[in-house]
């Protein structure tokens, strides 16, 4: 196991204005190497939370591999939108999980909003990709061999996730 601690400073980015409360439809990206090193992260807000990178749509309009593609690179650093080598790694696995919202968090969406849809991605990066963090939302990173990955996850659908790994490397 690496663990290592890397951050950076935010970049501005122009975005169309967010929604007062967060969308309830979210993404979760497996960044995983060939090799099936699978990268975690720890929550800044929730310590001893590892998992790997999630967010929820800027405004409803939004394109899911866009959302994808924004909250791998404000997350990690790693550049995976369009035009960019990382971009064909980024694949929307089909898979949808609705859940509900964890209680510490209801306060982000609309009264009574209690249930957000997450769509699955995956992305391929070389062994050795460099990790940037930002420290107000993550504190550490660490690359895992896919099934240590998937138990050391506090969610359930990112463990599932995690765990279907191989089969779509095939």
């Not at 980024?90 to 849809?117: F, K």
């Not at 896919?146 to 996730?161: I, K, L, V």
Request: hydrophobic letters at 40%; proline letters at 9%.
């Amino acid at each position: 196991m690496r663990c290592s601690v890397a951050t950076r400073e935010r970049a501005p980015v122009s975005q169309p204005p967010r929604d007062s409360f967060k969308v309830p439809e979210s993404v979760l990206v497996v960044i995983h190497t060939p090799e099936l090193e699978v990268l975690l992260i720890n929550r800044a807000d929730a310590p001893g939370f590892w998992q790997s990178v999630t967010g929820s749509k800027d405004h409803r309009g939004e394109d899911l591999s866009q959302t994808a593609a924004r909250e791998v690179f404000e997350e990690t650093g790693i550049a995976c939108g369009p035009g960019t080598l990382l971009h064909a790694g980024l694949r929307d696995w089909g898979i949808s999980n609705i859940y509900d919202i964890y209680p510490r968090w209801l306060h982000r969406y609309a009264p009574g909003v209690t249930r957000n849809t997450e769509h699955v991605f995956g992305l391929c990066v070389p062994a050795g990709t460099p990790v940037l963090l930002d420290p107000r939302e993550h504190t550490a990173f660490r690359w895992l061999p896919w099934r240590e990955a998937a138990d050391a996850c506090f969610s359930p659908s990112n463990a599932e996730a995690i765990l279907l790994l191989p089969e779509f490397l095939r």
